[in-house]
């Protein structure tokens, strides 16, 4: 009887031990990614040279790997020029100078496939690129980056087909730790009844999508395009515009997000270049 007592003992330190080293290693513990957006190679000279570009995309990827995040995502307008195979080829240089141990994902902005995309130019920036939306898990959390250009300009036949596939992802994806999407244009910037600019997704649409996500309890949105930062929320959704790696149009300077997610949250914060911490700090709630 004592034997089986002690037996019983053994088997329940087993497993609480099993436990506490799976919590130690699972996806209870913080861990961040970084947003870079709109390096837009070409901007600073008018398409005529990309030096000062070169320089700050550099720079930035020198701190990635410096750094270390689990993943970097980019929210378009790698180049300014979509026809330039000149900036397109500097993107792709610097970018693979970033750790390949990194995983790096890429979705586009206006200037990638033009301010009215079609089939063509699309298809153009599949093949420069591999993809233009993309979704994965890690640490049990989803991410999913899309390509907000089509639903900006309202291409049907692309908006409606990837409208149903961020539909059947989301509603797969319920039970995940978080949600967390990417997309270049953002939502809005202030108030959610905004009227449509060239720095917002117009407002059937926005509704359309925004109801979508609170539905399916998407955590937050990261999206770029105005190179300025700019924050908000619908409902619980975080709504955050990060400012550009390339030229700024505000007072943000040149710069990259770090995005800290823990298990019942998710924060951030965006550092100009000359700014970013030496090492990347979590926060007790």
């Given amino acids: 009887m004592k034997s089986n007592k002690l037996f019983v003992i053994l088997v329940l330190l087993f497993l609480s031990t099993g436990i506490l080293s799976a919590q130690k ?10 947003q870079i957006t709109d390096p837009q190679f070409g901007m600073f000279e008018n398409n005529n040279g990309f030096e000062k570009e070169t320089a700050l995309y550099k720079k930035a990827v020198k701190e990635v790997n410096r750094l270390n995040p689990d993943f970097v995502v980019i929210t378009g307008d790698l180049v300014n020029n979509l026809k330039d195979t000149l900036q397109i080829a500097e993107f792709k240089r610097i970018t693979k100078e970033i750790n390949s141990r990194i995983p790096v994902y890429l979705i586009p902005g206006n200037h990638d496939i033009g301010n009215v995309p079609d089939s063509q130019s699309i298809n153009s920036y599949i093949k420069n690129y591999g993809y233009d939306s993309f979704s994965f898990k890690h640490k049990g959390a989803r991410f999913i980056g899309f390509n907000s250009s089509i639903i900006k300009n309202n291409t049907p036949y692309f908006n409606q087909r990837q409208y149903e596939w961020i539909k059947k992802t989301l509603e797969k994806n319920k039970k995940a730790a978080h949600i967390i999407i990417f997309c270049h244009y953002s939502f809005f910037n202030k108030a ?31 999206s770029g395009h105005l ?54 700090t979590f926060n007790k709630k």
């Fill in 25 to 34: 290693k699972g996806h209870n513990n913080p861990y961040f990614f970084i």
């Fill in 192 to 222: 959610f009844d905004e009227p449509e600019t060239y720095s917002n997704i117009g407002y059937e649409d926005r509704k359309k999508y925004l109801n979508l996500f609170a539905a399916n309890e998407v955590d937050a949105v990261f």
């Fill in 227 to 280: 190179h300025n930062n700019a924050s908000t929320s619908f409902g619980k959704i975080q709504l955050v515009v990060s400012s550009a790696v390339g030229k700024p149009l505000g007072n943000a300077p040149s710069g990259l997000r770090i995005v800290r997610v823990y298990n019942d949250r998710i924060e951030s914060d965006y550092y100009g270049l000359d700014e970013i911490p030496d090492s990347i």
